[in-house]
């Protein structure tokens, strides 16, 4: 297939908490040697660094050593880079509390190591220790494990500011210090890294903004754990979406395909309903129905839309409702639509009239979808709050109204009310952060609703179709809604491709 293809891995990746990692880790390491498990880590961490680095041997590398293991698995790939020729220097935050093994190994090796916060260290040297930092080729930072909180502690801050003006690349040991492995919550200062090596699966913090967005490329070294079928979080790649998609068979017809209706848009906001009804048009229902005072408008634009203005009850039978974009204060249709006892996907307006307890009621699915800010005044925080734990309150959001959220952003989540792993979307771009984006995914995804798929499937299948089309279409550059909504089509043979 001719074109630009993105993301086509054959795997969905998967994300695991904190307690399910440690638990495998030391089922694991009962039924192995001492020591081998740390080795195994070590390894796939010195093989990343030296692909990093291109040329291992006369190259300058400093590890940023806290206590415990994280520490020791920087030390003991320092020590295999150090035996390849690089020159190696250790940085210890807390000396007495260091791996003596990694630091045994680092010394036979030729390592050198260091106090932090002093000039010289227990090998000797008069380099200051900011100055070695930013001086290096690869920084490696080992400073804290995935059991750290509430960011970086005051003596390691020096280190992760000197890292950041580093010249060199910074390699996170299995997740960047100072983030919330579980939330991807970041409470304080944390290292920004250019490359994450974590070992036996994600953590959902890797995948979450805001720590994703510190975390640079991840790199998932496999180190045989055995992990539960439900994991926390999971991202959709390609091969999975195509088995999700909507594909016509020989007898279908437009019915059967689905028909998506869209109660959209206001005399004030009719470019909503145009919005909404190009993502439905091409999102894999057979059709779409249109009711709503922007009727002229969408026939002008799409004249495919079946268009009605006597309401959603008169429109015609429908397999999925959109209600929403651009409807203003048209609390009447959006209370029509949720009655209606097929799948209803609730967007903008709509989720500010919509009564959680109406929701609630509902028999069918509803998928809600709104942003930050709609989160925070659906739950009453302020949006910094939902933006700081967008896992927290995509989960909180759910389960108040028993429905399934779609939480737009950064790092777009869908949660389900009845828990389950959450999923998180791997395609967005800021680019897509332009006025109608969101009517064209709430279009899209209904479409996906009407084809058949569940609200996880229809959600998270939308956003990453919705996410792919919005990098496709920007290529680089800026891009309104609307070439979004034009980009779907090949987004959907990237896919499929």
Known sequence: MAGRSYGKLDRMRSAYSVDTVRTAER??????????????????LAAACADLLGRVYGSRVVLLVGSGDNGGDALYAGARLARRGAGVTAVLLAPERAHAGGLAALRR????????????????????????????????????????????????????????????????????????????????????????????THKPGLLIDPAREYAGSVRLVDIGLELPAEPEL????????????????????????????????????????????????????????????????????????????????????????????????????????????????????????????????????????PHAGEAAALLGVDRAEVEGGRLAAARELAGRYGATVLLKGSTTLVADSGGGAVRVNPTGTSWLATAGSGDVLSGLAGSLLAAGLSAVDAGSVGAYVHGLAGRLAADGAPVGAHDVAAAVPEAWRNVLG
């Open 234 to 369: 999971e991202a959709l790649q390609h091969a999975d979406v195509a088995r999700l998609l909507p594909l016509p068979r020989a007898e279908s017809d437009k019915y059967r395909r689905g028909v998506v209706g869209i109660a959209a848009g206001s005399a004030r906001y009719p470019g909503a309903a145009v919005l909404a009804v190009a993502g439905a048009l091409r999102g894999g229902a057979g059709a779409v129905r249109y009711v709503g005072p922007a009727g002229d408008a969408v026939l002008t634009r799409f004249p495919e839309t079946l268009v009605s203005d006597q309401g959603p009850k008169h429109a015609g039978r429908v397999q999925a409702w959109v209600v929403g974009p651009g409807a203003g204060d048209d609390a009447a249709t959006v209370g029509e639509v949720l009655a209606a006892d097929v799948p209803v996907l609730v967007d903008a307006d709509g989720l500010r009239l919509a009564e959680a307890g109406i929701v609630r009621a509902r028999r069918a699915p509803t998928l809600m979808t």
């Open 109 to 200: 090796a030729g390592g050198r190591v260091v106090v932090a916060g002093g000039a010289g260290g227990a090998d000797g040297g008069a380099q200051g220790v900011e100055e070695l930092v930013e001086r290096a080729d690869l920084v490696v930072d080992g400073i804290v494990g995935i059991g750290g909180k509430g960011g970086l502690r005051p003596d390691a801050v020096p280190l992760a500011a000197a890292a950041e003006r580093s010249r060199g690349a910074v390699v996170a040991v299995d997740l960047p210090s100072g983030v919330d492995a579980d939330t991807g919550e970041v409470r304080g200062v944390a290292v920004r890294a250019d490359l994450t090596v974590t070992f036996g």
């Open 27 to 44: 089922e694991l390491m009962a039924r192995l040697p001492e020591g081998a498990l740390m080795q195994r880590a070590a390894a796939g």
